[in-house]
């Protein structure tokens, strides 16, 4: 076998690793990236991972383990199963990342199944990335079903560990199996001080990460057969797939097993994974929506005075909500929430000049327009829906199927993305990008199943007829995937539409996950109503909830109004997400204007000078956004160290004040600490001195928040 080398070059500023980071040496197949190590090997027909160290640390985070698993028409495949050794290869992506692939085949009466294992590792960073490809060489189909990518026996006894879970911020003991809400998942062995941060990339309700099923074992893969949402795939002769990716990071000498994500979970999505909103030079800093208040009751009239009253406000992108869209031979679209779906025209009874016009006032006024569309859904009096009713998803009763609302005979139909629903949805967005100059759009409501009930038969498509999927089973990954693929090819053609997914359309209350970020920029979390001083509270605690497992970018948390008395207040909560506000503009005095559009170019400011819209972690020592206590955020640049912004807030505490902590900055250099929006110095220090003794934060009132700016003097 040949042998790679794994080198490190030095020069004057950094250390530039090899492309390579593996060494293939007799049965061995060594990773090393100068941090982490996992040796593979193949002897006696069977592939198994039996190290996983860090550098310089003799401890074995893993036991001799089968690597990997999945079922072939019923029967379970791993990495002892009998296996050839066909070829070994570089990989890398486009973020640094270096590994290999290793080619195996099946043996005996699996000789015709070929699986490619998938390796990456980054540069400083103890994380390895993987992935599994199968090919189906054998003359019959097959079923591939009951995968983990990653199976492995770990030296973490459940005994004394603990799995962080729910986007890492619950807890829980002993047996552990992961839903929709584990895009990363932490086992951490208190006594051992040291755990395993695992992440899965699957899409929305198919991920599935457990620990001590078996053994102190971990498995991170998709939902079983058996399970509500259970991944199916079905493969010809020549076929492949390629599954999801996964991630482990793992860590030591820590008795906290969040700091994991925190840390180099966090700088791995930002500067590795690099999902969309990361990667997007131009990033929105302050945005508008229509539905709160005013619903399905918009015209053009009133959408002008709006969008006037908005850009006082220094509004940066404005979406028109649900209500603007007439199906074909429709009069008007006066009945509401849940009518006219489908064939996306222009309502010409509220929009006289058509959405072209609308649009060119809104740009004239230095905004971006956007709009709302129900990515999968038809009402039964469009022409779509007339004209393709195959397209549309068949329920367990083999009838046209409701995934969204979960009632029948409503006449509103979910569509599958296993038909020609693809080409036809991507034409009509594509249509109102090039024909209205659409910059935004905010695709929503249900696709594979509805974040509104817990009846496991109302979901997927159960269509044996369909082009893409043969069942039920296999309808789950297909309609995810394509609705992801709609995205990568809305991107390709209309390289600045701003994708929206929402957690409707991703499937279950305010999911969010690396599938959907890694292909849309933001996701609509949540639409919360509540007026000061609780809409802010609920803003902050879903943004600490989901932050910073996830880009804080990509979360797009509704409903908070413009006009609520106090709305300073939520505007504050909102920066540390993507702020996006609703209510009437036309409500508020020149007075709260200017104040709101002052803070829209502090935003806009500290973007440009610290591009803070890619960060955000957890302040040290501040939990979870909860009454009667203090809480906050910081988004400050750890890849420069230049600074940032950070939010404190105080939620009805007792006490007046209290003393903040940063991180992320350089010890030797001096920084100035500035009160926003108005940029009025408060303190100044090293950042040595900021990060080990912080400074003092004091209110007067018992619900406030104050954001500052950080950066060097």
């Not at 039996?50 to 698993?69: A, C, M, P, V, Y």
């Not at 051992?192 to 457990?210: D, F, H, I, S, Y």
């Amino acid at each position: 076998m040949r042998k790679i080398l794994f080198i490190a070059a030095i020069t004057l500023t950094n250390i530039i690793y090899a492309q390579n980071f593996y060494e293939v040496s007799g049965s061995n197949i060594r990773l090393n990236n100068g941090v982490l190590k996992r040796i593979i090997s193949f002897s006696h027909d069977s592939l198994y991972s039996h190290e996983l160290l860090l550098q310089g640390d003799s401890n074995n985070f893993i036991r001799t383990s089968k690597d990997f698993s999945f079922s072939i028409n019923n029967e379970k495949l791993d990495g002892y199963t009998g296996w050839e050794l066909i070829s070994t290869s570089s990989i890398h992506d486009d973020h640094d990342g270096a590994g290999i692939k290793i080619i195996i085949k099946g043996k005996n009466k699996w000789r015709g199944i070929q699986v490619d294992l998938n390796y990456l590792l980054y540069p400083k960073l103890p994380v390895i990335r993987k992935w599994i490809g199968i090919t189906n060489n054998s003359p019959a189909d097959i079923n591939v079903q009951a995968l983990d990518v990653e199976d492995l026996q770990t030296e973490l006894s459940q005994v004394s560990s603990v799995v962080y879970n729910n986007y890492g911020r619950m807890k829980e003991l002993g047996h552990f199996v992961g839903t929709w809400d584990d895009p990363v998942v932490v086992v951490h062995d208190i006594t051992q001080r040291r755990g395993m941060a695992l992440g899965n990339e699957a899409p929305g309700v198919l991920k599935r990460t457990a620990f001590h099923t078996q053994q102190d074992n971990i498995e991170v893969g998709m939902m079983m057969p058996g399970q509500d949402f259970p991944f199916r795939k079905w493969l010809k002769h020549g076929e492949s797939w390629t599954s999801p990716k996964t991630f482990i990071c793992i860590y030591a000498n820590r008795d906290n097993g969040y700091e994991v994500i925190n840390r180099e979970v966090n700088e791995f999505i930002v500067t590795c994974m690099r999902p969309r909103i990361i990667n997007l030079k131009q990033k929105p800093t302050f945005v508008y929506n229509t539905w709160n208040p005013f619903r399905t009751f918009i015209n053009d009239s009133m959408i002008r005075k709006v969008a006037k009253a908005a850009s006082e406000c220094g509004v940066q992108e404005f979406i028109i909500d649900d209500g603007w869209q007439l199906n074909a031979g429709a009069s008007s679209s006066t009945k509401g929430w849940g009518t006219n779906y489908g064939d996306w025209l222009v309502d010409k009874n509220k929009f006289p000049l058509g959405l072209k016009s609308t649009f060119d006032f809104i740009r004239s006024l230095g905004m971006k327009p956007g709009l709302w569309i129900s990515i999968g859904s038809a009402t039964s009096d469009s022409k779509v829906f007339k004209e393709h009713p195959e397209w549309f998803v068949e329920n367990n009763f083999n009838k046209p199927g409701n995934l969204h609302l979960a009632e029948a005979g409503s006449g509103f139909y979910s569509s599958c993305f296993g038909t020609g629903w693809f080409d036809y949805i991507k034409q009509v967005i594509l249509r109102l990008v090039k024909d209205y100059g659409l910059a935004y759009a905010k695709l929503d409501l249900s696709v594979i199943t509805s974040a509104y009930t817990n009846d496991k038969k109302i979901s997927g498509c159960y269509s044996k007829n369909h082009p893409l999927h043969r069942d039920h089973e296999e309808s789950f990954i297909v309609i995810y995937q394509r609705v992801l693929q709609l995205f990568d090819e809305l991107h390709a053609e209309a390289p600045e539409l701003f994708i929206d997914c929402t957690f409707e359309t991703a499937g279950k209350l305010q999911l969010m996950d690396y599938a959907i970020a890694q292909h849309a920029e933001g996701n609509w979390l949540s639409n919360f109503e509540e007026p000061s001083p609780i809409g802010p509270l609920r803003i902050r605690q879903m943004a600490w909830w989901r932050s910073p497992a996830l880009p804080a970018s990509s979360l797009v948390i509704g409903n908070l109004q413009m006009n609520d008395p106090d709305f300073e207040f939520g505007l504050k909560s909102l920066i540390g997400t993507l702020p996006i506000v609703l209510g009437d503009p036309r409500e508020l005095s020149e007075d709260k204007k200017a104040t709101i559009k002052k803070w829209s170019s502090w935003m806009q400011n500290m973007q440009g000078k610290f591009n803070y819209m890619n960060y955000r972690k957890d302040l040290p020592g501040i939990g979870e956004p909860q009454e009667g206590f203090f809480d906050g955020w910081m988004r400050i640049n750890f890849e420069n160290h230049t600074g940032g912004i950070f939010g404190v807030f105080r939620q009805g505490a007792l006490e007046n004040s209290r003393k903040i902590f940063l991180t992320d900055l350089d010890m030797d250099k001096n920084y100035v600490i500035r009160l926003a929006p108005n940029g009025d110095q408060v303190f100044k220090a090293t950042g040595k001195e900021i990060m080990e003794r912080g400074f003092v934060v004091e209110f007067e009132k018992l619900y406030d928040g104050k954001i500052y700016e950080i950066g060097v003097e």
